[in-house]
């Protein structure tokens, strides 16, 4: 294919970009001038090399040491460092977007963790969609820190529709088996309407969210 349909390929594998949408990012671009296309190029080039997956939480953030051992493995980001934020709360969310709403609207001072996917309704291998291993190893460590179980609460902070309800429901029964009766489970409150998309949600939806939580298990 030539370089314009490589391009329209390439957007079209974005998250909610259809074909009509991809064609104008394209012709976009060639309307741009030289200098625009460079600075495009030489951003995409540095985020690539300043940005990192937090080795707890899982979700990317922008680190200034561009020498990394291991391709980052251990660093931490400042959420997870923050000896402020309240660890007793866990917060599981499908997307590093998510975490950013959720952090915007200033309504949660705990904990997060980024599944990476939401699991399809149907879906055969579940373990393959989400970080499964990652977060059962998370929710263990914040359990058996220090020999005490500090984690009181895990939040279920998925989109409310059909493939947010069904990551919720597999979530619940995961957890289920490896935590004990005196760490909550909860799910957010319907502030959120149903079939809407967490990363859409205004501050107030998701503080009334946050609030009208309700515990599954």
Do not use: W
Request: glycine share 6%.
């Amino acid at each position: 294919m030539d370089p314009f349909n490589n391009l329209e390929e390439i957007f079209r594998r974005f998250p909610g970009i259809g074909p009509r949408q991809a064609k104008r990012f394209v012709y976009h671009l060639l309307s741009l001038e030289q200098s625009d296309l460079e600075s495009i190029n030489e951003n995409l080039s540095v985020l690539k090399k300043t940005t990192v997956r937090c080795s707890v939480c899982q979700r990317f953030f922008f680190n200034r040491i561009e020498s990394l051992p291991n391709d980052g493995a251990g660093i931490v980001c400042n959420i997870c460092k923050d000896p402020n934020r309240d660890a007793s709360y866990l917060m599981i969310v499908s997307k590093d977007i998510d975490l950013l709403s959720v952090e915007k609207s200033r309504s949660y001072n705990g904990m997060y963790f980024v599944l990476g996917n939401n699991i399809p309704i149907l879906e055969e291998n579940p373990t393959e969609r989400i970080r499964q291993k990652e977060l059962l190893q998370r929710v263990n460590s914040l359990i058996n820190q220090d020999n005490s179980a500090i984690l009181k609460e895990v939040i279920i902070a998925t989109s409310a529709n059909p493939e947010g309800d069904n990551t919720a429901d597999y979530l619940n029964n995961l957890l289920r088996g490896h935590i004990n009766d005196e760490v909550k489970v909860t799910v957010l409150g319907r502030g959120l309407s149903t079939g809407s998309e967490l990363e859409y949600s205004d501050s107030d939806t998701i503080k009334s969210a946050l609030m009208n939580r309700k515990v599954v298990k």
